[in-house]
């Protein structure tokens, strides 16, 4: 449970507290028989001085949230930037704000209340946009070699026909190294890439990352003029400046590993401020995993 005055979790009384620790808690429950204020900018009540400490910080300067009515006992959050006596002046009894889209909502509608979804902002800068497809190479345990010995191993030494040994309870784990987690690893076979040109948009560059064919990129291959049907984009997209460690990395990974040099794209200048498309799941925790990697770079 968390105090609704200064938004930190109920200390009990086998809470651990420390003099660090303690300001991540409010005292209310243990201490009862503190003296009760009320804060003059939002009206709400804080029955020790730790919690009124904690509510300052929430609701002094920049940091009010609302405004609290003490005759219908409904709390009015902070909207449009709106100030407690901004609220407090609009404010009518029974009329309660949705603390999701900050709208009014009438007491008989309270239940019934649903969101309107609101419209985004249009991004400052339309990103190069980037098209990728990944095919990955499965290495199932049916047809591993290692676990199939393993097995056999089992079989034999045990002196088992194969339906006894696939229903006996070890069997599920006479597996190799490579499939003791998991009975199929997946790892990349091929990357192809459609990426737009940061300049000339719409226009789009093919490139191939594989081990079981030479690198390909063919400029410029594939045409679909949609910026025209966006509304008043900016066609500038700003690219960042790679630093020097990150060069020094990108330039020490291997370059016969394509997951490496699929790694040295995401984390190339040319590819800064570009939106990857995927369609399936597989590739999207693949690259998701790339562009955290390259992030923390």
């Keep these: ?20 620790w303690k300001k991540f808690f409010c005292d209310i429950k243990i ?5 009760k204020t009320t804060c003059e900018r939002c009206c709400l009540i804080m029955f020790t001085p730790h919690c009124e400490k904690g509510h300052q910080k929430l609701c002094n300067g920049r940091g009010h949230f609302g405004w609290f009515c003490l005759k219908c006992k409904h709390f009015t959050y902070k909207k449009d930037n709106m100030t407690s006596d901004e ?7 029974g009329v309660t704000t949705c603390r999701t889209c900050r709208q009014p909502i009438e007491p008989k509608s309270e239940t019934t209340h649903l969101c309107q979804i609101r419209k985004e902002k249009p991004s400052k800068f339309w990103p190069c946009l980037a098209f990728l497809n990944i095919e990955f190479c499965e290495f199932n345990s049916d047809d591993c070699k290692l ?3 393993l097995k056999k191993q089992f079989k034999e030494k045990n002196n088992l026909t194969w339906k006894e040994l696939f229903e ?9 190294k490579q499939h003791e987690c998991t009975q199929a690893i997946y790892e990349p076979l091929l990357f192809s890439v459609n990426k737009e040109n940061r300049t000339k948009r719409g226009i789009f560059s093919h490139t191939t ?3 079981i064919c030479s690198k390909e990129k063919n400029e410029n291959v594939i045409t679909y003029n949609y910026f025209d049907l966006l509304e008043k984009p900016s ?19 291997i370059k016969d ?19 990857i498309l995927i369609n399936d799941e597989y590739s999207m925790k693949l690259v998701i995993y790339f562009c955290i990697f390259a992030f923390l770079l």
Excluded: G
Excluded at 3 to 17: G, L, N
Excluded at 168 to 176: E, I, Q, T, V, Y
Excluded at 235 to 253: E, G, M, R, W
């Design 235 to 253: 066609k500038f997209v700003p690219s960042k400046t790679i630093s020097k460690a990150v060069l020094d990395i990108k330039n020490n990974l």
């Design 31 to 35: 201490n009862t028989n503190a003296k």
């Design 168 to 176: 006996n309870d070890s069997f599920p784990s006479l597996n190799c």
């Design 1 to 20: 449970m968390t105090c609704f005055a200064c938004r930190r979790r109920y200390q009990s009384e086998k809470t651990y507290i420390n003099s660090f």
């Design 257 to 275: 590993n394509i997951t490496h040099q699929f790694i040295s794209l995401l984390i190339d200048e040319e590819w800064t401020n570009t939106t």
């Design 87 to 93: 609220i407090k002046k609009s404010h009518v009894c």
């Design 147 to 149: 676990c199939f010995d």
């Design 209 to 211: 990352i594989s081990n």
